[in-house]
């Protein structure tokens, strides 16, 4: 069956840092690929998606591309805020199959 | 407000009792999923509906769970003689069918079985 593996954390940087989280996706195929993220206290919000091979997804600053060749998915953001702290998903496919999930944390 | 709801947010049960769920969808989408996720890990896939029908559900959905979605509107999740094991957040999601497959979370029902 599909699969995701995740960067695992906790990842802790100081505002203006600039953001990796790894993601790799194996499935038949190419499904669309997901970021969700959950903050303190809330339900699951979709980040971005990127729906075929070679796409990007963007949203908030974050961005994504989804490579075909080495079927990653890895979240990126130039400048991370404090209010950018959660958990951040990686997922993917039609019943979703999700990663274990990353917490981020940031600094003033 | 128009996102998905759950009801209710939290339930504490005694093992051993039965315990139903509630999950609303997006009043559109046409497909409804149930995740279950447990602490330090990601949301594991339950069942999913396309309207009223059952399509899939995972093996790790066991005989004491059932779910429905009469009418293919909202739908519920029972869980029969809870175990401790149970103990989790249940998610419930919704999406279209065309399109990719964006689904929209709600809060989840977060049961603690004692």
């Known amino acids: 069956g599909d699969s995701v593996t995740q960067m695992e954390g906790p990842v802790t940087l100081s505002e203006e840092a600039f953001l990796t989280i790894n993601c790799t996706y194996t499935a038949t195929g190419y499904p669309s690929l997901f970021w969700y993220v959950q903050y303190p206290g809330e339900g699951l919000q979709l980040l971005l998606k990127?729906?075929?091979?070679?796409d990007k997804g963007s949203n908030k600053g974050f961005e994504a591309t989804y490579r075909k060749e080495t079927t990653s998915f890895h979240l990126e953001k130039g400048s991370v805020q404090v209010s950018d702290s959660a958990v951040y998903f990686c997922?993917?496919?039609?019943?979703?199959?999700f990663g274990k999930g990353t917490l981020l944390t940031v600094n003033p | 407000d128009t996102g998905v709801s759950q009801d209710p947010r939290h339930k504490i049960t005694k093992r051993g009792q039965n315990v139903t769920f509630r999950c609303d969808p997006i009043s559109e989408h046409n497909r409804l999923y149930w995740y279950r996720q447990t602490l330090g890990q990601g949301p594991e896939f339950l069942t999913y509906?396309?309207?009223?029908?059952?399509?899939?559900k995972s093996r790790l959905l066991s005989d004491r769970f059932s779910a429905e979605r009469p009418k293919g509107s909202f739908s519920t999740l029972e869980i029969q003689r809870t175990e401790q094991g149970d103990s989790a957040m249940y998610l419930c999601?919704?999406?279209?069918?065309?399109?990719?497959?964006?689904?929209?979370f709600g809060p989840g029902t977060r049961l603690t079985v004692l």
């Open positions: 997922a993917g496919g039609y019943k979703l199959t």
């Open positions: 990127a729906t075929k091979a070679d």
């Open positions: 999601a919704s999406s279209l069918v065309q399109g990719y497959n964006e689904q929209f």
């Open positions: 509906f396309q309207n009223e029908a059952q399509l899939e």
